[in-house]
């Protein structure tokens, strides 16, 4: 009997652990009991071959109590097929317990109507033929269950104690040697067949346990591929994901609201402070966006310091206070190991099925509304439009022109005098870029500058103004600057001093003759490059002006941190509309302040004698201006220094 003890002592391990409740046998019970039922053709199968023997063999002999145990058998494998047929594969606990007792109580009854028929057979002695197919089909029968419903052991060896049973008793009590022998070998096929079954199970077992850790593992992987690591939102995968979800919960009258908010100047945080202090100002943005956001809300970080809000809304009017609402918050103050931070944010909205039809559109069209809020100065929110669309495609439109004029070399460098109040002589000349359109006729600076900073094409637009303005002052006397306004994109650029260095000694140029024009939004916006790019550069000769001094914050710290040897006052206290008492008052600060630090200051904007008087009075050293003169292409300013030189300044000064 060694042969059955592994079988005895897996269905004491199998009992302890269904009495304790074991855990992973429960969820394979319940995987496997539907599977009893998703195959009804093959239960039907095995129900026809029994019903088909025992039919034959009941007709053949025309025993009484075989034909009864024929038309029971037929019963219960009708009541089975039709169960299996009608019964879903639900998964619940409960319902699993209930089709495992219906399983059970027609498996069972169908096994010992097939083994009694069998054992029927070999009691009344009938014919060997049909005591062949009655008791071939039970034995078949038990070892085919024992395989087949390994995946609930004690199912499959109770089928196959059932059937087997009583051909061994009554083959016993027939006590004949063929019947002893008969009864011993079915007796061991018992424990041979349970060792299959409970290593089938076994497998199954560890198959089910395997794939809840794989279906675990899956989980965990897709969670953390939809979520961000530094802020614990949505990323884009999630946000995409969300987004699909809300689409399919929505009701018809409602909106979907996107809320997309990039902070400003967060790269400062970053360069200052360290990217672990920016990590946690991000992680108390998304803190801050999680309880400001309504219920059911998609909060998702979208990269670097964006992030986007997305929910429903029933009005327009509703997403606008909610908007207000998320700008207040993400606006307050932020206190980050002592230090207090505030980050404004610029946010853009668009709405579904308003601003359009499918999520791609609206996020493009957020997308548009935010970058009209930041062109429009930052920190504040912005509504889709249908105009920011063709605003859109109008820059588009100047971009791709302006890259081909660079090359078809339409863009022109013109220079504008800056004259000295005392002599009236040209001391520098501004390089000024003008593009003449083959077709559009000339186009305003105003128009494609912003557009060449917003789209990198300053960066070679600035280098390419430098080196022209370059060689030609290379032509001029020794004594005459040139002087270039430089955009803080094109300082930033990899490079950026390098590059000018470069067509300085292209042309031929002194360094000293070469002025740097830079405005106070330069240092805003990234004090520790800019101040590494003008030590560079002053360190070679480069002369640096402050440009349109007054119109900004005005900080004198500039001036005290930073190599400037001239100051530009901007024309609106010479020519605007404010002009008056106090705009001449702080002309003469600022002229007394120059002249302290033994810096020329610069009067822009002036276009009549009386306005030189004044500033000239008021202690301005230079002066630029309609009054002098537009500005000129080369060979015209080449034909005033060369009336300079011949006779007398070609700029005359009234006294």
């Known amino acids: 009997?060694?042969?059955?003890?592994?079988?005895?002592?897996?269905?004491?391990?199998?009992?302890?652990?269904?009495?304790?409740?074991?855990?992973?046998?429960?969820?394979?019970?319940?995987?496997?009991?539907?599977?009893?039922?998703?195959?009804?053709?093959?239960?039907?199968?095995?129900?026809?071959?029994?019903?088909?023997?025992?039919?034959?063999?009941?007709?053949?002999?025309?025993?009484?109590?075989?034909?009864?145990?024929?038309?029971?058998?037929?019963?219960?494998?009708?009541?089975?097929?039709?169960?299996?047929?009608?019964?879903?594969?639900?998964?619940?606990?409960?319902?699993?317990?209930?089709?495992?007792?219906?399983?059970?109580?027609?498996?069972?009854?169908?096994?010992?109507?097939?083994?009694?028929?069998?054992?029927?057979?070999?009691?009344?002695?009938?014919?060997?033929?049909?005591?062949?197919?009655?008791?071939?089909?039970?034995?078949?029968?038990?070892?085919?269950?024992?395989?087949?419903?390994?995946?609930?052991?004690?199912?499959?060896?109770?089928?196959?104690?059932?059937?087997?049973?009583?051909?061994?008793?009554?083959?016993?009590?027939?006590?004949?040697?063929?019947?002893?022998?008969?009864?011993?070998?079915?007796?061991?096929?018992?424990?041979?067949?349970?060792?299959?079954?409970?290593?089938?199970?076994?497998?199954?077992?560890?198959?089910?346990?395997?794939?809840?850790?794989?279906?675990?593992?899956?989980?965990?992987?897709?969670?953390l591929a939809r979520t961000d690591v530094v802020t614990g939102l949505s990323n884009r995968a999630g946000l995409n994901h969300e987004m699909v979800e809300k689409l399919m919960?929505?009701?018809?009258?409602?909106?979907?609201?996107?809320?997309?908010?990039?902070?400003?100047?967060?790269?400062?945080?970053?360069d200052t402070l360290g990217h672990p202090v920016g990590d946690r100002v991000l992680s108390e943005v998304a803190r801050r966006l999680r309880e400001t956001a309504p219920d059911g809300a998609t909060v998702a970080r979208f990269g670097g310091d964006e992030f986007i809000v997305v929910c429903e809304v029933d009005t327009r009017s509703e997403s606008e206070r909610l908007a207000s609402s998320l700008l207040d918050e993400i606006s307050r103050p932020y206190r980050i190991d002592g230090e207090r931070l505030e980050i404004g944010t610029s946010m853009g909205i668009a709405l579904m099925p308003d601003d359009g039809s499918d999520l791609d559109t609206v996020m493009q069209s957020a997308d548009l509304a935010l970058y009209h809020a930041k062109v429009n100065g930052r920190n504040q929110t912005s509504f889709f439009d249908a105009s920011m669309t063709r605003d859109l495609m109008r820059r588009k439109e100047i971009e791709a022109e302006l890259r081909a004029a660079l090359q078809r070399d339409e863009l022109s460098i013109f220079f504008q005098p800056i004259v000295d109040l005392e002599t009236g002589r040209i001391k520098t000349f501004e390089a000024l870029v003008r593009w003449f359109h083959p077709e559009k006729g000339e186009l305003r600076p105003d128009e494609f500058i912003p557009v060449a900073e917003e789209t990198g094409v300053i960066i070679t637009l600035g280098n390419w103004i430098t080196a022209q303005a370059?060689?030609?002052?290379?032509?001029?006397?020794?004594?005459?600057?040139?002087?270039?306004?430089?955009?803080?994109?094109?300082?930033?650029?990899?490079?950026?001093?390098?590059?000018?260095?470069?067509?300085?000694?292209?042309?031929?140029?002194?360094?000293?003759?070469?002025?740097?024009?830079?405005?106070?939004?330069?240092?805003?916006?990234?004090?520790?490059?800019?101040?590494?790019?003008?030590?560079?550069?002053?360190?070679?000769?480069?002369?640096?002006?402050?440009d349109d001094f007054g119109t900004g914050y005005s900080s004198l710290g500039y001036i005290n941190k930073f190599p400037f040897k001239k100051i530009k006052v901007d024309r609106s206290f010479v020519s605007g509309p404010n002009v008056g008492r106090k705009s001449d008052a702080i002309i003469r600060a600022v002229a007394e302040l120059g002249s302290r630090l033994e810096m020329d200051i610069v009067a822009e904007g002036l276009e009549t004698i009386e306005q030189v008087r004044a500033v000239r009075e008021a202690g301005c050293t230079l002066g630029q201006g309609y009054y002098f003169s537009r500005a000129v292409p080369d060979y015209l300013a080449a034909t005033l220094l060369a009336q300079e030189r011949d006779k007398e300044p070609a700029i005359r000064l009234v006294g």
């Open 470 to 546: 370059a060689k030609a002052c290379a032509q001029w006397p020794e004594d005459v600057t040139i002087a270039v306004n430089l955009s803080p994109v094109q300082i930033k650029a990899p490079g950026s001093a390098l590059g000018i260095l470069n067509a300085l000694k292209e042309a031929k140029l002194d360094p000293s003759r070469l002025e740097l024009e830079v405005t106070e939004s330069l240092f805003l916006e990234d004090n520790h490059h800019t101040a590494r790019f003008i030590e560079k550069l002053a360190a070679e000769g480069v002369r640096f002006a402050l």
């Open 249 to 270: 919960t929505m009701r018809d009258d409602q909106k979907l609201a996107l809320f997309w908010l990039d902070l400003d100047k967060f790269k400062e945080v970053n």
């Open 1 to 223: 009997m060694t042969l059955g003890r592994r079988p005895i002592k897996k269905v004491k391990e199998i009992l302890a652990r269904t009495i304790s409740g074991d855990a992973l046998d429960d969820r394979v019970r319940r995987k496997l009991v539907t599977s009893l039922y998703t195959q009804p053709s093959s239960l039907a199968i095995g129900a026809l071959c029994g019903v088909s023997a025992a039919a034959t063999v009941a007709y053949v002999s025309g025993n009484l109590q075989i034909i009864i145990a024929a038309l029971l058998l037929t019963a219960v494998a009708v009541m089975r097929v039709g169960m299996a047929a009608s019964l879903g594969p639900e998964t619940d606990r409960r319902d699993a317990r209930l089709l495992e007792l219906l399983y059970e109580a027609g498996a069972f009854s169908f096994a010992f109507i097939v083994g009694t028929i069998g054992a029927l057979t070999i009691w009344f002695d009938l014919a060997t033929s049909m005591q062949l197919l009655a008791v071939s089909y039970a034995i078949a029968y038990g070892a085919g269950t024992s395989t087949r419903n390994a995946g609930l052991p004690m199912i499959a060896l109770g089928q196959m104690i059932l059937s087997l049973a009583p051909l061994i008793v009554v083959a016993a009590i027939r006590a004949e040697p063929i019947y002893i022998v008969f009864a011993v070998t079915t007796l061991l096929l018992i424990p041979a067949m349970a060792s299959v079954t409970f290593n089938i199970f076994d497998v199954l077992r560890e198959s089910v346990a395997a794939a809840e850790t794989s279906q675990r593992m899956a989980d965990k992987m897709r969670d």
